[in-house]
């Protein structure tokens, strides 16, 4: 896998300040570089954030948990974690603490702090999901994966650890991570999707080339999907994240067996969302958004064009092998019958180097599948993630003028009140009113500053995925032509061996 | 027109390894071929332009020559099946390597089999040769009527006869072993039609890759932007060459171990009807034997009764 530097690193304008979180903290060895935040020392960090907004975290204390994300709706069985705060370490925080509400909510500057603090910090994290192990029998069988970390950054206990986790154990940990960020604007990576076929096959116990292939395709999906996880800065931190990836035992993630229901529930949501938006309809005041919709619109079209494309160039390649195959085995059966000895030799080697060009056209077609094919499957979902982020700054947008509408109703109810002329009634009527009115402007007030907030995270993210999506592709790119000037070279090895063979027949 | 071939023998007047099919020509329906032959005595070429109909005439009057002892012994030089424009599948998939390239490798199978017969010892000597390589007007294209050469496939008979026990050792295994042969030259030829046809397939599919990722290329200022564009550009390029390279391994592949491949099994099913052949004459001559033993002794019995 190829590093990734964090892009952080060229942003970071404050190295000063890097140093004195350096120092106070205890885990890290001294020669590593200034590191990501050390959240064990609360001492200068929490100046810092006092001294920017001090109000933020007070107004917390009245701020509703929004319930209106469909995937809040559907996955509500083990409550996430709460999401970090500076103040709280990572490492102590395994049980939930659902009930204080300050803790649902995130200090929002707080992690304009956190991201650019670890400026400094280089990206050095790698995952591998290996081991594939099948437990248990029939059809409470599962496969369970070894994912095995290997780090030296400090928000990590070790260095080197691994645990063992199933396709079920990563679908919570999706769901858990969706229903925290991506409401605020974080494009959280989708999990790999479900497969009943396939795991069925794998359950019943088939161990043929097909049910290989398919632990092979999810193994291979999980990798990718944990460290695309963990190389978002705000991702990583996550206690959820981090007790996925640390402890050995893992509670099991309840919602995702129910498949079909969930699925019904999110077509229902998906059909609902869908109406949403139409009658949604937002004053653009910005028209970097529009122009961003309209990017990964377009995006998202010409992705699975070459998906598609991919695909058939793969399912070919997979053919090639089949028949070369084929061939091989007839023109071996040629050389067998003749009589001629060179030319029944040169046959039979040229039966052998097909087949070894059939080895060579499945890898290829490997390589054209695990890179490309997968890569883009994995965009096309990635931009599914990308518009709902959109989605959910249209719904704040909407939450926020829902707001300003009936203070404006209260409003003129208040003035309405003023031409009443039932003075007993009258105090009390005005004092609701009063009361009324002042919780919809701290209301509105929130509403606004979601909606900024929101904004301000989509553009972060956006330039975030855009500079990613660059440089995945770049990577994958150079490992295809890698792997194809390697089969190439091996081709013409091949064939030159043969050609003495071939000229010795007469 | 029949006075033309009574003389069997004659020499070639030109160079039987070096005749051409240089150019094939659709009017219409049907396929012209342009062919291309030395002159041995002086300089120059005969240009001539046949059809198929032409070449299954020249095929029909070497198969009819009556007069030249053991003709039937002859394993024929394979004319390929008819070509047609806009052939239906049936024929297609019966014409398999020759099929391809738009009749690129048809026309060389073509130039393969009038170079056969022109440098065979007892076929180039027919004066049908000559007269289809070198006059200008197209030989007579009425259908000279056909013969015992027919082709194996209309006997039912035939199936009896084929498997029909030799008397020598010799062309028993030669049978077996062109049974074998024909078989398995036929099984290598219809694998590699399919190799290579899922190589044109997977040209066609780097193609569509290659054109999909040009349209990825957007214009625009921002750097992200500009840098996928510029992955895009490039990889398609690399795509748009690797379908160059396929392209060009499928028509290597054909015309050489295609067209070797496609010869080898007309040539093995060539074999097989010359030996079918004989196998039909030692039926007939065992038959006309039995017959023979079973009318002496009546014939005896007449002859001693007039006798009496």
Request: proline letters at 4%; glycine letters at 4%.
């Amino acid at each position: 896998m190829i590093e990734v530097m964090s892009m952080y690193r060229i942003r970071n304008p404050e190295p000063t300040k890097q140093r004195s979180v350096c120092t106070s903290s205890a885990s890290e060895p001294a020669s590593l570089p200034a590191e990501d935040i050390s959240t064990n020392s609360n001492g200068p960090k929490q100046d810092s954030l006092f001294d920017d907004d001090p109000e933020d975290l007070f107004a917390e204390a009245t701020e509703e948990v929004s319930l209106d994300s469909p995937e809040r709706d559907v996955l509500l069985s083990d409550g996430p974690s709460p999401a970090i705060t500076p103040i709280t370490p990572p490492t102590s925080v395994i049980t939930p603490r659902i009930g204080l509400p300050h803790d649902d909510m995130f200090t929002h500057s707080s992690f304009d702090e956190i991201e650019e603090e670890e400026g400094g910090d280089s990206f050095d994290m790698h995952i591998s999901v290996s081991d594939p192990e099948k437990v248990g029998d029939g059809m409470n069988a599962y496969m369970a994966y070894k994912v095995t970390t290997k780090t030296s950054m400090s928000v990590f206990k070790n260095h080197d650890f691994s645990v063992k986790r199933r396709f079920s154990d990563f679908l919570g940990l999706h769901s858990k991570l969706a229903s925290k960020y991506l409401h605020i604007g974080y494009i959280v990576p989708p999990a790999p999707e479900k497969s009943i076929v396939g795991m069925t096959k794998v359950k019943v116990g088939k161990e043929d080339q097909s049910s290989n292939e398919f632990v092979e395709k999810r193994r291979s999906a999980l990798e990718r999907y944990l460290m695309r996880t963990v190389k978002h800065p705000i991702l990583l931190k996550d206690p959820d994240v981090l007790q996925f990836l640390e402890s050995s035992e893992l509670p099991r993630a309840v919602s995702t067996q129910a498949l079909s229901s969930a699925g019904l529930l999110r077509m229902v949501n998906k059909a609902a969302d869908a109406v949403n938006k139409m009658t949604i309809k937002m004053n653009e005041s910005d028209a970097w958004f529009e122009e961003k919709q309209q990017h990964f619109e377009n995006l998202d079209i010409q992705l699975r064009k070459l998906h598609a494309s991919v695909e058939s160039l793969v399912c070919h390649r997979k053919e090639l092998s089949v028949n070369t195959a084929q061939f091989a085995k007839s023109a071996a059966m040629l050389g067998n019958s003749e009589d001629h000895t060179a030319l029944s030799r040169a046959l039979s080697q040229l039966a052998e180097v097909e087949e070894k060009i059939d080895q060579l056209h499945q890898d290829q077609a490997n390589a054209d599948f695990y890179l490309f094919s997968e890569l883009l499957g994995d965009y096309v979902r990635l931009i599914i993630a990308v518009k709902g982020v959109f989605d959910h700054r249209m719904k704040t947008w909407q939450k926020w003028q829902d707001s300003q509408m009936l203070l404006q109703k209260k409003r003129e109810a208040e003035a309405k009140l003023q031409f009443n002329n039932k003075p007993d009634k009258l105090q009390q009527a005005k004092d609701e009113i009063k009361e009324e009115i002042e919780e919809l402007e701290g209301k509105v007030q929130q509403g606004e500053r979601d909606f900024e907030q929101i904004s301000k995270t989509i553009r972060k993210e956006v330039s975030r995925f855009e500079k990613e999506r660059v440089k995945d592709f770049k990577a994958i790119i150079i490992k295809y032509l890698e792997s194809l000037v390697q089969t190439q070279q091996q081709l013409i090895k091949y064939w030159e061996a043969f050609l003495p063979e071939a000229k010795a027949i007469s | 027109m029949m006075e033309e071939v009574k003389e069997v023998t004659s020499t070639l007047s030109v160079d039987g390894h070096n005749i051409k099919v240089t150019e094939v020509l659709k009017d219409g329906e049907t396929l012209t071929f342009l062919i291309v032959s030395l002159k041995l005595s002086s300089t120059g070429e005969y240009h001539v332009d046949r059809t198929y109909d032409d070449f299954e005439w020249l095929q029909q009057h070497l198969f009819s020559q009556e007069d030249v002892p053991g003709i039937q012994g002859v394993i024929f030089p394979p004319l390929p099946a008819k070509a047609q424009v806009n052939a239906s599948a049936k024929v297609m998939k019966q014409l398999g390597f020759l099929g391809l390239e738009d009749w690129q490798p048809y026309s060389k199978a073509l130039e393969t089999f009038l170079r056969q017969i022109a440098t065979h010892s007892i076929l180039g000597k027919n004066k049908a040769v000559e007269i289809f390589l070198t006059s200008s007007d197209p030989p007579g294209r009425q259908r000279v009527r056909k013969n015992i050469f027919n082709r194996l496939s209309q006997a039912v008979e035939g199936m009896r006869k084929e498997g029909h026990k030799d008397v020598d050792e010799f062309f028993q295994t030669e049978r077996d072993h062109n049974l074998v042969l024909a078989g398995g030259a036929k099984t290598a030829a219809e694998r590699f039609l399919d190799v290579v046809q899922t190589e044109q397939k997977i040209a066609v599919a780097c193609g569509h890759f290659s054109t999909a990722l040009h349209l990825c290329v957007e214009p625009g200022e921002d750097l992200n932007k500009q840098a996928f564009s510029k992955l895009c550009v490039k990889l398609s390029e690399v795509f748009a060459s690797m379908k160059k390279n396929i392209t060009s391994v499928a028509e290597n592949n054909v015309s050489t171990l295609g067209l070797g491949l496609d010869l080898e099994s007309r040539y093995q099913e060539a074999e097989k009807e010359m030996l079918f052949r004989r196998t039909c004459k030692l039926v007939e001559l065992e038959t006309a034997r039995r017959n023979a033993e079973k009318a002496k002794p009546v014939k005896k019995a007449a002859v001693s009764v007039t006798f009496y």
